[in-house]
């Protein structure tokens, strides 16, 4: 609600047909705040980078690096041979840290996936139909609030995580706990989301062009998913950014409570289960997985933040 | 407001029995309660089979449910294992207010092994939210009146970084500063584990000693999000035309400020705080497991893992019902603080 109408002295005593640059599109304005937003700039830079990490480590480090044990050479301090030092183990932290990130990065995005979806359908069948269903739904929602999500996330994980077997995905074998671990954070995460969608749908419904639209005998699936939720994507937009942060704090909390990702697969979070143990001796087990996990927070944090500003300006706080 | 009420604690009663079903069922598969019972482990199969019996883990799982949500001393059970009902039971449910016993601390009623540990938990959870309110308002109002100042912004980067940092990294830093290198370095060291010295005894000085490091992990991340809310509703507040009437009057600057503009902005954020208050029971599971703090944090992560029904179920029913609480008084301090607020 800020925008300052304050145009240089000449252009504004054109008229639009003189003006020599197009109007901005919708994308172009978007584009424009965003850039603004200095942190969030920052934000996307070092996302790249982590990402750019996790992923062009894999040129360096095979995976079969990340997971040879050399007891030997347990817990070593950072040295030439082992830029991060060596694990309990004797495997050497820096390659897990690159394979570990792409699980964690793994699932902070399918996790979100999940969120999104469940969210949205939820959402969107509440605010549109409303009556019935949405007093169901929504006591659905609100049982998933009231219990806080770790104890869900504890609950459900010692639930599902029997013994699963290892899947195989692009070339990497991956325990069966990663699935269950996504499913489980997707799960108790969407209500958040449903209840923004919800709210949404229950205003937007009431405009004209709904109104249009089934005048015109659009069917309410169109409706719903080519009037309405284009309409609701900001928001949309900004609380699936921060999901995938927090899809991938939710992973190292439960990891780091040990009911997480099974060995040997890496993840940030498993990288720090017990390290506690070590605090006073091996500052390194828990310095690096720890860093890169608030770095990737930090960063999603600001780009959903500056996300926020430049889709929705109206919601600018203060 | 009474017909409000009443309708939100009636739906209440459907949500409570969602969640304690699809709950009870889930912690049907937690591991054995046997396997680690009272610190022995029962080995013999005629033993193991006279416990489960003895605990109605034998029964189907509706009727367990049954049990725990209205107890079971309306019928007859079998004791003895030769498949005659002949004692009766003597639980009340969960609805007549019995909670059951535990299963890994044989016999000791559930309610007094989550009170011995909620003791703990509200100790270091209030005098959390106690720092989080004082400290996000000094932040908040500090950064409202001196808008995009550069401390204001300083303060707007720094917070924003420690919401960002997982709660166990920052107090593995913190653990790492002051209590592994202050020792190192010959100075007073903070202590990491438990509530006190066990050999200088639970006096006041060792708990406060003792809190100091998970009070801070608790409560900084926190100062992000609250003093941001504080510092938005600050800045509504000061550009309302009561306070230009205020400063038009010639009242006092601080006048201004702490009566007229606080006590408006403080509207939502006793709200946020009411919304917040019934999370602190379920303890922070994080801090407490790092700092040993003996809470109900710990209490859920020690007991959940040898599927110990009874207590689980009791802590995350307790914590449900006092969310659903707060949230209804949440909406009636709202109406009630800002009277243009009306519910049907």
Redesign the interface.
């Known amino acids: 609600m800020e925008s300052t109408i304050n145009p240089s002295k000449g252009i504004g005593l054109l008229t639009p047909d003189e003006l020599e640059t197009p109007p901005l599109s919708l994308g172009e304005l978007t584009w424009r705040r965003f850039r603004r937003h200095k942190?969030a700039i920052f934000g996307g830079v070092t996302l790249i980078l982590l990402i750019l990490y996790s992923f062009g480590g894999m040129l360096f480090f095979t995976e079969a690096d990340a997971n040879r044990t050399e007891t030997g050479a347990r817990l070593q301090s950072p040295s030439l041979a082992h830029p991060f030092g060596t694990d309990t183990i004797g495997r050497d932290i820096l390659a897990r840290t690159i394979y570990g990130g792409q699980i964690s990065m793994l699932i902070g995005m399918t996790a979100m996936l999940v969120e999104v979806i469940m969210g949205v359908l939820i959402g969107a069948a509440a605010g549109f139909f409303g009556g019935r269903l949405d007093s169901l739904l929504m006591?659905?929602t609100?049982?998933i609030?009231?219990?806080?999500q770790?104890?869900l996330l504890?609950?459900?994980a010692?639930?599902f995580g029997?013994s699963l077997p290892n899947i195989h995905v692009l070339g990497r074998t991956l325990s069966g706990s990663v699935v269950v671990i996504i499913l489980i954070i997707g799960l108790t995460s969407w209500p958040y989301l449903a209840r923004i969608v919800r709210a949404q749908f229950l205003s937007l419904k009431e405009n004209d062009f709904v109104l249009a639209a089934r005048a015109t005998g659009t069917p309410t699936f169109e409706i719903i998913f080519r009037h309405i939720l284009p309409n609701s994507m900001a928001p949309i937009i900004v609380a699936a950014t921060l999901g995938v942060?927090n899809a991938i704090?939710a992973e190292?909390?439960i990891s780091?409570?040990g009911l997480g990702v099974r060995p040997p697969t890496a993840t940030w979070g498993n990288m720090?289960e017990g390290?506690?143990n070590y605090?006073?001796s091996a500052?390194w087990l828990?310095?690096f997985p720890?860093?890169l996990?608030?770095l990737t927070?930090?960063s999603i944090?600001?780009l959903g933040?500056g996300l926020r500003d430049a889709l929705d300006p109206r919601s600018r706080?203060? | 407001m009474t017909r409000y009420i009443i309708r939100r604690l009636l739906?209440a009663i459907?949500?409570l029995f969602?969640?304690s079903v699809?709950?009870f069922v889930?912690?049907q598969?937690?591991?054995d309660p046997l396997a680690t019972m009272g610190g022995r482990t029962v080995t013999r199969s005629s033993e193991r089979a006279r416990l489960t019996r003895q605990l109605g883990l034998d029964k189907p799982i509706y009727v367990q449910y049954l049990y725990w949500l209205v107890g079971n001393d309306w019928t007859k059970i079998d004791l003895d294992g030769d498949g005659v009902p002949e004692s009766a039971g003597r639980r009340q449910g969960i609805l007549r207010g019995d909670f059951g016993t535990s299963l890994v601390n044989r016999g000791v009623p559930v309610v007094k092994v989550i009170g011995d540990r909620l003791v703990n938990t509200l100790l270091l959870m209030l005098t959390a939210e106690l720092v989080i309110i004082v400290g996000a308002l000094l932040i908040g109002i500090y950064s409202?009146l001196h808008?995009y100042s550069v401390l204001d912004n300083a303060i707007t980067?720094v917070t924003?970084?420690l919401?960002?940092?997982?709660?166990?990294?920052f107090?593995?830093?913190v653990?790492?500063i002051f209590?592994?290198n202050f020792k190192r370095w010959g100075l007073p060291y903070l202590p990491?584990v438990g509530m006190f010295d066990p050999q200088v005894g639970k006096t006041p000085s060792q708990v406060a000693w003792h809190m100091v490091l998970p009070v801070a992990t608790l409560s900084f991340g926190f100062f992000a999000a609250y003093s941001?809310y504080i510092?938005?509703a600050m800045?509504?507040a000061l550009n309302q035309d009561y306070v230009r009437t205020a400063k038009a009057k010639g009242l006092p600057r601080p006048q201004i400020v702490y009566i007229h503009a606080l006590k408006n902005a403080a509207l939502p954020i006793v709200t946020v705080v009411a919304l917040d208050l019934p999370?602190l029971l379920?303890g922070a599971?994080?801090t407490e497991?790092?700092f040993a703090w003996p809470g109900t944090g710990r209490l859920?992560?020690d007991h959940?893992?040898r599927g110990d029904t009874p207590v689980?179920m009791g802590l995350?029913m307790m914590?449900?019902v006092a969310?659903?609480l707060f949230q209804i008084i949440a909406d009636v301090l709202y109406a009630w603080l800002d009277p243009r607020i009306r519910y049907k």
């Open positions: 942190m006591r659905i609100e049982a609030i009231v219990i806080p770790i104890f504890l609950v459900m010692k639930f029997g942060a704090t190292a909390y780091f409570l720090l390290a506690y605090i006073e500052w828990w310095f720890g860093m996990i608030a927070v930090l944090n600001f933040d706080s203060a | 739906q459907p949500l969602i969640i699809v709950l889930m912690m598969n937690m591991g409202a808008q980067a924003f970084f919401y960002s940092l997982p709660v166990f990294f107090a593995l830093i653990m790492y209590a592994v990491t941001r510092r938005s800045l509504e999370f379920g599971v994080v497991r790092i859920f992560l959940v893992s689980v995350l914590i449900a969310v659903i």
